[in-house]
Structure formats: C-alpha cells, structure tokens
C-alpha cells in the first residue's frame, strides 16, 4: 500500500493524511467543490488530478468529506444524488410511499454515522450506500438483521493508495458503460435481482449476462488489494 | 490456516449480495466471506454492479421537508449499537447466529453434536461437532445444503474440505462425509430442506428432533 509501483508508474501518491478522494477535486471543481475542500493540505500531484477526476465519481468525494470533514454541505449533496434515487430502489421493492421515505431517512443517516466504516479503496460510494440500502430493507422485510461478515480493518499505517482508488473507479466507468450497451432484456435481470426480489434459483439467469470480464477485473484488483494488506499486517 | 480451495458458487453469491438468500444461507455465505479474501473481493465487485444501476435508476422525488428532516436528526446521538464480533473459530455472524455464547450442544448418537441456530421455512442452519475419523450419518436432503467448515476437516466424494471451504450439495445426492483424522470437525450447515438422517432415526420422530 505504500509503494504505487503496479499499473501506473506515473502516479506518484504523496502521503495524504486521511482524505484521499477529496483534495484532487480542487484543480478542476466547480465551487461548491471548491468550498468543499478549502483548508485541505496534501493535495495530489497535478498530473493525477485530470485522471482521478475523470474516473471518480463525485459522490464518492461527498462521502469522503462527510467521513473525514463531517462536512454537511457534501452531506445534501449525497442526500440530493441518493435520496431520490433509493426512494426509487425502495419502490421497486415494494415499499409504499411513506415506508419508502422513511427507510431513505433511515440509511442516509447511516450513511452520515458509519461513514467512518467507509474505505475508497474497495467500494465507490454507490456500491456503499446500495448494502446499507439492501440491508436496512431486509431487515424490515424479515424483521431481523442480514448477516454480514466480519468488518475489514486496515492495518494500522497503511496510507490511502491513489493507485488502487483510481484503477477502481476506472473498472466503474468500464462497468457503466458496460452497463449501458445492454439490451433492456438483460438490464431487467439485473434489476429485478438488485432492486427487487428474484428467487434465488432464478439468480443463476444473471451470470449469462455479459459482464463477466468487467466483474473479474474488479474481484482481481480488490484481491491483489487483500493481498498488499495482509502482507503488511504480517511482515 | 491453509489455504481456502472451496469457494462460493456465483449464483449463490450474488443472490447474498442482492439480498435473495435466505437467512440461513445467508449466515454461511457472510462467516465464508469473513475468512475469504477471494470471495469478499467477488461480493465487492456484484456490490458495485449495485452501485451503478441504484446511480441509474429513473429517481423518485422526496417529499417536500425530507432534508430537514433528515438534517434535525444528524445532531442525534445513533442508537447504540454492541456488535457481537467474531469469537475464536466462529467468525462474527456466527456468534452472532449464536447470540454471542458458545454453542450448547446436543447429542446426536455417536458422538455427534448439534446446535440448532435457527429453523424455519425457509431452511435450517445449524453446528455439527464430529469426532475425528467418524462419519455423518448416511443422509439426504430435498433441496440445498451448504456447509462451511469451521475447525478440522471432512472428506467426502467431492474432496476434501478444511477451514474456510464450502461445499454445496444439491438435490439427492448421498454423500457420506467422514472427519478427518486431526481432531474434531465443526462445521456450519444450512438446509432448504429438512434433512434425513437414514440409518439413526426413523422418519417419524424427525420433527421431534428437528434433523
Ligand atoms: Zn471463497
């Protein structure tokens, strides 16, 4: 995690101190951005910002502020992006109207209290706020929590790894368009399984659809990303 | 440990990340990613497929007054909340399984063991304690049965599974796992199905014991 030497040689990481996603917006940002991150230090090199700017997405900086900030005005960014978005997610699982809206309440304020838990290296902010949607549904759903493994830890000393933040918001942008260039049909599949319920005999019908490569790229970047981490728990 | 060589089907994990499995299964999915860096990695991937499509959905607009809300509840102490962590050779959502004490297990014959964690319609999920070198009972079951081993091993037709593999059987298949000979084997298993034990006891007196 501390060297950057796999993939992009022409990144250089300086040591940032908790924020990593936030600063690189400064060059580019459009002011409520700006205003974001005045007073922030340790900003990237100016050749990775254009890169990382391109391939990040905004949410994943609000949520990195809220994390490191407790920054509020990231926070109604985040709620203006998800709430209607997740109220839509949670129409589709069958909520009513006003359940829905409370369950949007019941998450982003999650979101604002677990942000902590948040790790850009291994998830952008949507796939984040997706579990804590899914499960928060689940569990009012059965009327019992979903089991979740074991938090992840980050050694301590480990310094946020630019290299990995960008090459994983790269896989996003190749996942989206991936996304994108499929038949309605296919999408269906998808969003029957992730929004609503698909029996699980049923799921099977999704490891057709042609996102194969794509999801192996990301399982094989977060893998090395376990692999750098535990070697550093274990010198 | 040695290395995990059993991993997760796909369609399994995909339907744990969606949230289309059953609690059961559930539990053995979230204690194997917990010991499986492979796997967690594969869940965070169909995570992020979440991701963007919760990002493309056609939005539905919030009623008037949702942010203020929202805001008036952020200076809010969150409720507290005591996760049960992981224990020993029992990953977190094991011991949560167990509402944080250690098993208290039943004797099954032959010096089998178990602990029934939860049984509904939906499936069983359950802990096997078997003494090094003996076998589980010849059994069968109607539908899905995953096990995830915790301590020791068992071998059965398929290979041979040690901490942190999985092994999932479908249908009828007979399959006579025998633990291996270090020490005792303990073992997660959920059913879709209630299971039946051929050779110790009769069908009957199965919802008596719940096996
Ligand atoms: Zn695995």
Redesign the pocket.
């Known amino acids: 995690m501390v060297q950057n030497d796999r993939n992009s040689p022409d990144v250089i990481a300086p040591p940032l101190a908790g924020a990593v996603g936030v600063s690189d917006t400064v060059a580019t940002a459009p002011c409520h951005r700006a205003r974001m991150t005045a007073g922030e230090s340790g900003l990237l090199q100016a050749d990775t910002v254009n890169q990382t700017d391109a391939t990040r997405s905004d949410p994943t900086l609000w949520l990195l502020a809220v994390r490191d900030q407790r920054d509020r005005a990231a926070f109604l960014l985040l709620f203006e992006h998800f709430a209607p978005r997740l109220k839509a997610m949670l129409l589709r699982g069958g909520l009513r109207d006003g359940s829905a809206e409370d369950v949007v309440q019941d998450v982003m304020l999650a979101v604002w209290h677990k942000a902590a838990q948040f790790d850009p290296h291994r998830a952008e902010a949507s796939a984040w706020i997706y579990r804590i949607a899914r499960n928060r549904h689940i569990d009012l759903a059965r009327r019992k929590a979903p089991p979740e493994p074991d938090l992840l830890v980050e050694p301590e000393g480990a310094e946020p790894d630019a290299a990995q933040i960008m090459a994983l918001g790269q896989e996003a942008a190749l996942l989206r368009r991936a996304l994108g260039a499929m038949s309605p049909d296919q999408a269906r599949v998808l969003e029957q399984a992730y929004f609503e319920d698909l029996p699980h005999s049923r799921i099977s019908e999704m490891t057709g659809l042609p996102l194969g490569t794509i999801k192996s790229r990301i399982r094989l970047g977060l893998e090395r990303l376990r692999r750098d981490l535990n070697e550093l728990r274990q010198p | 440990m040695t290395a ?1 060589t ?3 089907p796909d369609a399994l994990l995909d339907a744990y990340v969606t949230g289309n499995l059953p609690h059961a299964f559930a539990v053995v999915v979230a204690a ?2 917990s ?6 990695a ?1 869940s965070e991937a169909a995570e992020m497929i979440g991701g963007a499509l919760l990002d493309r959905i056609a939005p539905a607009a919030m009623r008037a007054g949702a942010q203020d809300r929202l805001l008036a509840a952020l200076d809010r102490a969150p409720p507290p909340s005591v996760p049960i962590a992981a224990s020993g050779i029992f990953p977190a959502p094991v011991m949560q399984a167990l509402g944080g004490r250690p098993p208290g297990w039943r004797m099954l014959g032959g010096g089998i063991r178990q602990h029934i964690l939860s049984a509904d319609s939906e499936g069983s999920l359950r802990l096997l304690y078997i003494p090094p070198g003996r076998a589980v009972p010849e059994h069968s079951h109607g539908g899905l049965e995953l096990t995830l081993v915790l301590q020791g091993s068992f071998s059965d037709s398929a290979g041979r599974f040690g901490p ?3 092994e999932t059987a479908h249908d009828d298949i007979d399959h006579q796992p025998v633990a291996g000979p270090e020490g005792p084997c303990i073992c997660l298993a959920a059913t879709d199905a209630p299971l039946r034990f051929r050779a110790m006891i009769p069908r009957l007196l199965q919802p008596l014991f719940r096996i």
């Open positions: 995990i059993h991993h997760l194997h990613l010991l499986c860096d492979a796997c967690r594969r942190g593999d999985v």
